[in-house]
């Protein structure tokens, strides 16, 4: 997640670190106490949280822009079609909103006074306005500077000139909702939905001068709902909030150079996007009619079904838990109809070679988890339960731990992290403690490095339903007590967060497998490198992905596991419901 753009001209911000482990001086940019309640929920993460202290706060107390109060005579024509297309944009943000209403409003109006309290000083400021842009008087910058802070965050005003932007020492921030290496204006989360993109994101930086080439602090992606635009804009509104305590954290904690990273370079979108004309919304509303009809068929016609596939390699010792990428070669297992199976994790054990995985029954509400053993051709046993609980199981993650065999499947249902062991493998699972209590793990993935034992999984960012936040917990061995990543959630990216199977070494690399949740769960698996793991600082980088292409009519995949030469993947296929 921590992507740099290029960077544009120096505002001449000093980069001297803050004081180790102090609150940071932060102050506010905005047009009026009342904000939106996405913008107060990730104020009120950084003050909860003790990241930062809110010095000031700057309101703009401009009125009207002066360039939009009179118009030349030609120009009234124009405007009065303007307003028509802004007209039929909403109601069209109307009908949305009726027909699918998010679960949680991140737009609704909410008073930041309570989370800041009295404390801040409120400092007015009239800025002078050029057709696009704002510039503060030299007295504001004068006062703002004297309070010594490190960073400014913008909720406010127009598009930021001048000294303001070094009136803070490590700039002013602000948001982009949009990638704006695709998606550059707005409105927010709108394009993304009618031109059918897979992701939807959206982008924290550092104001610079040049409009758009701000230097990028951070980006997170979810998923582009396919039908609605508003679900859609208040989905990832939720995600980009997490951003902010997360950069201010890593600032810090970790210093500016983990902010203010040599910017690589990047394209950007040439198109600027603008709001809808009248004409654009009857074309975007009958491809959405079409996308809906679409769906209803295909739900009628097919259903998907969920299956593993696995394949024997034969190398040498060291490459025996690497997973195999030959996938075209893969037997399949195909369960009966009325039933899935996913979520393969291979065991060897004393020369015999165990599959287990998550097996959920159409007619039942909740998974257990299955055990197939292989023989020494290749040919599986019969599946057996293993293990069953009054609550949904999935992702049965087995390790070997001082000689013996655990297990931490995913429990999310009853929200905690629990560790299960046997003494008669691969039966006979018994509760041997509980790791994490009262907390959302998705997919939990255990592995030791450098010493240290590490407890991965993915939650969901309040207001939003899918997995999208990765966090790391860390203990001296698999019994804890576990202690969180001080930069919880280290990433909040729909497309790479989620675990997808163990953590694994070749040739002396850590390699982190994540599912790709875009454009909709269990589409594919990205294969990182774990560059950089310590209880305060997280680097990956992508190194693969592996996409449902080997044969026809696959639709997804989401977990890859190797253990002993065996390599096993699953695989969710598409089939006649008449058939």
């Not at 609704?108 to 800041?116: K, R, S």
């Not at 062991?421 to 993935?445: H, I, K, N, Y």
């Not at 899918?466 to 919880?488: K, M, Q, V």
Request: net charge neutral.
């Amino acid at each position: 997640m921590d992507e740099t753009a290029a960077g544009g001209e120096d505002t001449g911000v000093a980069m001297t670190p803050p004081p180790s482990r102090a609150r940071l001086r932060v102050g506010l940019l905005v047009d009026s106490l009342v904000q939106p309640a996405w913008v107060v929920e990730a104020v009120r993460q950084i003050i909860r949280d003790g990241i930062a202290e809110i010095v000031c706060v700057v309101v703009n107390e401009a009125g009207e822009s002066p360039v939009r109060r009179k118009l030349p005579v030609l120009q009234r024509a124009a405007r009065w079609i303007e307003n028509r297309d802004m007209l039929a944009y909403a109601a069209y943000q109307r009908f949305d909103a009726r027909r699918y209403p998010p679960a949680r409003d991140p737009e609704a109006p909410e008073d930041l006074t309570p989370v800041i309290g009295d404390a801040p000083l409120v400092i007015p400021v009239t800025p002078r306005m050029t057709k696009h842009c704002d510039y503060f008087p030299e007295e504001a910058v004068a006062r703002i500077r004297a309070l010594e802070l490190d960073v400014l965050l913008r909720f406010g005003f127009r598009i930021l000139k001048g000294d303001a932007l070094s009136s803070a020492r490590y700039g002013v921030w602000s948001f982009h909702h949009g990638d704006n290496t695709i998606n550059r204006g707005g409105p927010a989360g709108f394009w993304e939905v009618m031109e059918g993109h897979h992701a939807t994101g959206a982008v924290l930086q550092r104001l610079t001068e040049q409009l758009d080439a701000g230097h990028v602090i951070a980006r997170s992606f979810a998923a582009t709902e396919t039908l609605s635009f508003r679900r859609n804009r208040a989905k990832f509104y939720w995600i980009a909030a997490q951003l902010l305590p997360q950069a201010l954290r890593r600032l810090r904690d970790e210093g500016p150079e983990q902010i203010e990273q040599p910017a690589r370079w990047e394209a950007y979108s040439q198109r600027l996007y603008v709001a809808p004309t009248g004409g654009e919304i009857v074309r975007l509303f009958v491809r959405l009619a079409g996308r809906l009809v679409k769906r209803k068929w295909i739900s009628v016609t097919e259903r998907e079904q969920w299956i593993v596939a696995y394949r024997f390699t034969k190398g040498v010792p060291d490459s025996n838990d690497v997973p195999d990428g030959v996938l075209y070669r893969f037997q399949e297992l195909q369960p009966p109809k009325d039933r899935i199976w996913a979520d393969p994790f291979p065991a060897a054990h004393e020369g015999r070679h165990f599959l287990f995985f998550e097996e959920k029954l159409d007619a039942v509400r909740n998974a257990h988890l299955s055990v197939a053993e292989l023989d020494e051709k290749g040919r599986p046993g019969a599946p057996r339960i293993v293990l069953q609980r009054p609550y949904h199981l999935s992702y049965p993650h087995v390790f070997r731990w001082n000689g013996g065999w655990y297990m931490v499947p995913e429990t999310f249902q009853v929200r905690r992290v629990e560790l299960y062991r046997t003494d008669s493998f691969p039966d006979g699972w018994t509760l041997q403690a509980v790791l994490l209590e009262d907390v959302e793990a998705v997919d939990p993935t255990i592995f030791e490095h450098d010493g240290r034992w590490w407890l991965s999984f993915a939650s969901s960012v309040r207001g939003t339903h899918e997995a999208s936040a990765l966090h790391f917990y860390h203990a001296a061995s698999p019994l804890g007590p576990w202690e969180p990543h001080r930069n919880n959630p280290v990433k909040v990216d729909v497309r790479s967060a989620r675990p997808a199977g163990r953590v694994f070494h070749h040739e002396g690399r850590l390699y982190r497998p994540a599912q790709d949740g875009s454009p909709r769960y269990g589409t594919g698996i990205v294969v990182h490198e774990l560059l950089e793991l310590t209880p305060t600082s997280f680097r990956e980088e992508e190194v693969t992905r592996i996409s449902a292409t080997w044969r026809p009519g696959l639709t997804g995949t989401h977990t890859i596991n190797a253990a002993g030469g065996l390599t096993a993947i699953d695989a969710r296929q598409r089939r006649n419901r008449f058939q």
